[in-house]
């Protein structure tokens, strides 16, 4: 399975109903390197937003610096087989 950045916050947000994509999340799956910057923006965006519409789900969403080092612990421990990209940049015009 491949994921992207949107998916492993709303993993590592724990919110409840989400018990289907933490099974999913719990084996090996695979990403583009660029997935490890991407989350670390966003862990750290969520704790210095002021912006009422940022938001994981319906409700507004701020962190504290010690729920983000929660985070990204939990997301350390995830499982991901991270591909570079470089190689990858010649299929995307190709079928």
Do not use: F
């Not at 933490?22 to 799956?29: F, G, I, K, S, Y």
Request: aromatic fraction near 2%.
């Amino acid at each position: 399975m491949v994921v992207d950045c949107s998916i492993v916050i709303r993993l590592l947000a724990n919110l409840d109903g989400d018990d289907l994509l933490r099974q999913r999340l719990a084996r090996t799956v695979h990403a583009p390197t660029l997935i490890d910057a991407e989350v670390a923006s966003v862990v750290r965006g969520l704790t210095i937003t002021t912006k009422p519409n940022v938001q994981i789900t319906a409700e507004r969403v701020q962190i504290t610096a010690e729920r983000a080092h929660e985070m990204l612990t939990d997301y350390a421990g995830l499982r991901i087989v991270r591909h570079p990209m470089q190689p990858l940049q010649r299929r995307v015009a190709h079928r």
